[in-house]
């Protein structure tokens, strides 16, 4: 198990201020969620290691390569599952699901042997199938506010017909409704989420889903993450879940 303590704060917002980090990341380690690809990529640039593909000691020796000697394996998550025991500490039969990093993986550069060919599959996203995965409806717009570009309430998102650039508004709707902020106004025993904290987060996803898609309104996006964050830092907390809701929207759509 790795001691190292993941900056998912300074992961989000290096992926979100510098073109090409997060199509590097999904074109180099594609078969990770994408909190994982943006874990490989800082461990990457923190120790100097050329990026490349990643996977186990076992699943190189599969592929005719070994480990170079001296090398260190890169950490990331994984979930652990774990059993519930009660007061007298016997098995309830309840079981829970935590992540944990463990240092399971090494880059291409750290390995020697048989050539090696990354196909990457291009990234594709469909809405109907998503919309269908996550169990949300996209209903007609009804605001008479023209400026308004969308809106999410319970599991509904509305996109505007003339919005600038709908894919985006769609995204950043869908995020709203998977991070779970329409259903805070229902939650009277729960604490809210901050406005500006929950566009932050919404549109931190949009971001990263264009930019997988290679869809057009990154710039916009930063200037509206700029407005809301004015200067303050987003959280960790945040952070793992703008990547945890980017790859759960993403994989609802191919």
């Keep these: ?54 996977a186990t000691y076992k699943k190189w020796s599969e592929l005719g390569r070994h480990v170079s000697k001296g090398q260190k394996a890169i950490a990331l998550t994984m979930p652990v599952t774990i059993s519930k025991k009660d007061n007298a500490g016997e098995k309830t039969g309840d079981v829970f699901q935590l992540f944990t990093l463990r240092n399971n993986w090494f880059v291409l550069s750290q390995t020697e042997g048989a050539d090696y060919v990354n196909e990457v599959p291009m990234p594709s996203w469909d809405k109907a199938r998503a919309l269908e995965a996550l169990d949300i409806i996209e209903v007609g717009f009804a605001l008479a506010d023209g400026n308004c570009q969308g809106y999410a309430t319970g599991r509904n998102i509305a996109v505007n017909p003339v919005a600038l650039l709908p894919h985006k508004t769609r995204f950043h709707e869908l995020a709203h409704v998977v991070l779970g902020h329409t259903s805070e106004g229902q939650c009277a025993d729960s604490e809210t989420t901050p406005k500006n904290i929950r566009e932050v987060e919404a549109e931190a996803v ?19 993450l700029q407005s809301w964050l004015q200067g303050e830092q987003i ?14 929207i993403l994989k609802a759509g191919q």
């Design 1 to 54: 198990m790795s001691d190292m303590k993941p900056e998912w704060s300074a992961m989000l917002v290096e992926a979100v201020t510098q073109p090409g980090i997060i199509s590097t990341c999904y074109t180099t380690f594609h078969g990770y969620s994408i909190g994982n690809q943006a874990l490989a990529y800082s461990q990457c640039a923190a120790r100097s290691i050329p990026i490349g593909p990643i």
């Design 206 to 224: 949009a971001y990263i889903l264009c930019s997988l898609l290679d869809l057009p309104g990154l710039v916009e996006s930063r200037g509206y």
């Design 235 to 248: 959280s960790d907390k945040s952070a793992q879940k703008i990547f945890g809701v980017a790859d759960k």
